[in-house]
């Protein structure tokens, strides 16, 4: 018994770790870890993320385990469409943060920590309805899900934490050398997440059959 539960839980870490490398994660992420240029506030807005995200998890799962119900269809579609234009928002927030910078050529304050920590309880909207399912499938006992869900958070924070630090490194890198390339990878974020946050909205909306 203690082995199965081990390993049950050991699945949920691994599962939020690879969790954390979603596609929208990834974008949303990228785009306040390439305004840093120091590896220690990138580490800490992956885990500001990752922490945003679990809080919402466990809140949710909380609430609705206990009841025996799950997220229902369309409103997990529109916590996805949040997302999708939250995507949108921050790729233009990124474009304007390089176009600044490209004009005075100084750098712009910027409270990523926040900024992470909503994005990520934004983002734990959007999987909430997934979790539950996959908890379910898995857990029987509201503490036994509880423990689950904080690996499955614990696992998300690690991949975050890792990817935040990877995209910053060439910021960190070209900020001591080639400035003018920083700012072309910089604006390439922003236009990236503009694209796949349009790309989603669309996703959504009618391949998914919100809008239909």
């Avoid at 949108?88 to 050529?105: A, E, N, V």
Wanted: glycine share 10%; with cysteine; charged share 15%.
């Amino acid at each position: 018994m203690l082995i199965e539960l081990a390993s049950i839980f050991g699945i949920g870490f691994l599962l939020g770790v690879r969790h954390a490398f979603d596609p929208d994660h990834v974008v949303a992420v990228s785009t306040v870890a390439t305004r840093t240029k120091s590896l220690t506030k990138s580490a800490v807005a992956g885990i500001c993320w990752g922490i945003g995200h679990t809080f919402t998890l466990l809140i949710i799962s909380l609430i609705l385990l206990p009841l025996g119900q799950t997220i229902p269809e369309k409103l997990a579609l529109l916590f996805e469409l949040l997302v999708a234009v939250l995507i949108i928002f921050l790729g233009i927030s990124t474009l304007l943060f390089f176009i600044k910078k490209q004009i005075d050529d100084q750098d712009t304050k910027l409270r990523s920590n926040e900024k992470s920590f909503l994005i990520g309880i934004v983002h734990g909207l959007a999987g909430s309805g997934a979790l539950l399912l996959l908890t379910v499938s898995k857990v029987a006992g509201l503490s036994e899900a509880a423990v689950f869900i904080l690996l499955f958070g614990l696992g998300t924070i690690v991949g975050m934490l890792t990817f935040a630090i990877i995209i910053s490194l060439p910021f960190v890198f070209l900020s001591k050398n080639t400035k003018g390339i920083e700012r072309l990878l910089g604006t390439f974020a922003g236009i990236l997440s503009v694209a796949f946050g349009f790309y989603f909205l669309y996703k959504i909306g009618f391949v998914e059959g919100l809008f239909l």
